[in-house]
């Protein structure tokens, strides 16, 4: 059924059927529909806004955006709003457009909550930096959205995935700027592995680049970092890709303190 909602999701998006109807309408009432149900089942677990936004890993501010329909939801978020609401997918969404769109009738299954579930069981200890959206500094002849970092402020914590038990180097970030929209919204948080701690990033992985400062005393210091997907790396430059706008740069690897990954939530659910 997930799979089902996630293609219907994908049509919400383009406004496009596969039979060639215009389904505009029916996801602005679903948008409507969604907005009650989400609301009313985050009421029915007592909780608020601030606890919801936790259990989801984004914003507050991203909660309250879904709740009341001024943002649609991505479709790789399908399954973890499911989780967090306690819900299935047909009590938070219409089952008659999903049905309409996907051909797919939904699951009439609820959700039943055991005693000692896996979100009240997991730790809370993975720290989440302070960042805030910095001035675009100019890299390979483009502006790019930077991030300015302080790694020395821990602003809260994130419940410990568990495939991330007995793991060292897990933070959490705030995303800030839209220039990885729609892979990383704004106000998105993201799990990042210290690269110091795990495997280093692949060609194609999102990844935390450390900026160097070089007014800095100390070489190994950043304050600022970039959110962006890994194109290429050598001993000379890293290129790397941001999707709003699309552009590619490359930041010369004498700028470059470290290069995280941030992990992706289809690996943190596994």
């Known amino acids: 059924m997930i799979e089902a909602f996630t293609h219907y999701a994908n049509l919400r998006k383009t406004k496009v059927a596969p039979d060639g109807m215009d389904y505009d309408c029916a996801a602005r009432n679903n948008t409507s529909m969604e907005r009650k149900r989400l609301k009313a089942a985050r009421k029915r677990l007592g909780i608020n806004q601030e606890e919801m936004a936790e ?4 914003s507050v501010a991203q909660i309250s955006r879904w709740e009341s329909g001024k943002n649609g939801i991505p479709s790789q978020r399908i399954e973890a ?3 967090a609401y306690g819900a299935s997918v047909a009590e938070l969404f219409d089952s008659a457009e999903i049905f309409e769109a996907t051909g797919v009738p939904p699951s009439n ?3 039943v909550q ?14 989440v930096y302070g960042t805030t959206l910095g001035a675009p500094e100019e890299f390979d002849g483009s502006a790019i959205e930077q ?4 790694s020395g402020e821990i602003i809260g914590y994130l419940p410990r995935p568990t495939v991330l038990n007995g793991q060292k180097g897990a933070y959490g970030l705030y995303v800030q700027g839209s220039s990885m929209a ?8 993201v799990f990042v592995q210290d690269v110091r701690f795990g495997r280093p990033p692949r060609i194609g992985d999102d990844v935390v680049v450390y900026l160097r400062d070089f007014q800095d005393e100390n070489p190994d210091h950043a304050s600022a970092v970039v959110v962006k997907r890994l194109v290429r790396r050598n001993s000379d430059f890293v290129e790397l890709q941001q999707f709003n706008p699309p552009l590619s740069f490359k930041i010369e690897m004498t700028r470059v303190v470290r290069i995280d990954r941030v992990i992706p939530w289809g690996e943190l659910l596994s």
């Open 55 to 58: 259990r989801m890993g984004v």
């Open 81 to 83: 709003m499911v989780k």
């Open 109 to 111: 299954a609820t959700v």
């Open 114 to 127: 055991y005693e000692g579930a896996a979100d009240v069981a997991l730790r809370r200890d993975i720290p």
């Open 147 to 150: 991030t300015m970092l302080n």
């Open 182 to 189: 729609p892979r990383h919204e704004d106000g998105e948080t």
